[in-house]
């Protein structure tokens, strides 16, 4: 991250880490606010790098923590192989570490991810209290419904199932795929305390079709009534890229997050 702010590692082992950066403090000599931000993938990674989100955040005096769970890329070979078969699991677990750790240090604490980052997120605001305010991207919700009709299903059968050794993505699914596949996406009706939701979809998304994940979502929180503001970009697809989705996510982000701490 580029200006005063410097980076610090949260925690660290052989596949996985955290880096914390925390924003400068407020009259009362405290940081109060911190955004975990849990990549997708799942083997993408975050660094040490300027990026403008990171940035606006911190202006605002919000402190960010970029995790790189279990799975991430950067710790060699040994740490993709450990999501093998694990995911929701392994990637989860060390989510739960740096929620509790950041939990420790700050007041508020908010959750924020895109696609895998973003199941993550969900499930983590589902079985956590004191989360603040829950931040998702093109989240994938229902991994049953994914296995299906998205354009990856191999990867459900790879990331649930260790390396597609005895289930091949290519025959009809089963009934034991859609209860394993249901048992581990993010449930609403277990929340113990379901945080307030901003909610970013592409309507054009075939990696994570927004109908039967973000919108369902949505729906299950309006039902709880739980409040959930939700954008939808009609034409754009999983990476949100546009001049006009950029500029509405930077400002609605920052605000959504001062709004609930």
Request: net charge negative; aromatic share 10%; charged share 20%.
């Amino acid at each position: 991250i580029q200006g005063p702010y410097k980076a610090e590692l949260l925690f660290q082992t052989d596949t996985s880490g955290a880096l914390l950066v925390k924003a400068d403090k407020d009259s009362d000599g405290r940081n109060k606010s911190v955004v975990m931000m849990i990549h997708g993938g799942p083997n993408g990674n975050y660094v040490d790098e300027y990026d403008r989100l990171s940035w606006c955040l911190l202006k605002h005096g919000i402190s960010i923590c970029k995790v790189n769970y279990t799975g991430s890329s950067g710790y060699g070979q040994k740490g993709i192989d450990a999501l093998m078969g694990r995911v929701g699991e392994a990637d989860l677990e060390d989510c739960n570490l740096v929620y509790n750790l950041l939990n420790e240090k700050f007041e508020n604490v908010h959750l924020y991810g895109g696609s895998h980052g973003g199941y993550l997120a969900a499930k983590l605001a589902c079985q956590v209290e004191n989360v603040k305010s829950c931040i998702l991207l093109n989240p994938v919700i229902n991994v049953w419904m994914n296995a299906v009709y998205c354009d990856i299903p191999d990867y459900y059968y790879c990331g649930y199932y260790y390396g597609c050794i005895d289930h091949d993505w290519r025959d009809p699914i089963t009934r034991n795929d859609l209860e394993l596949f249901h048992s581990v996406s993010p449930n609403i009706k277990s929340a113990i305390k379901h945080p307030p939701c901003l909610i970013f979809l592409g309507g054009k998304d075939v990696r994570v079709p927004c109908v039967t994940n973000g919108l369902v979502y949505r729906r299950w929180l309006v039902k709880q009534g739980i409040f959930v503001k939700c954008h939808l970009f009609p034409d754009l697809g999983h990476a949100l890229k546009s001049g006009e989705a950029e500029y509405t996510m930077l400002a609605d982000i920052v605000d959504f997050v001062r709004e609930c701490s």
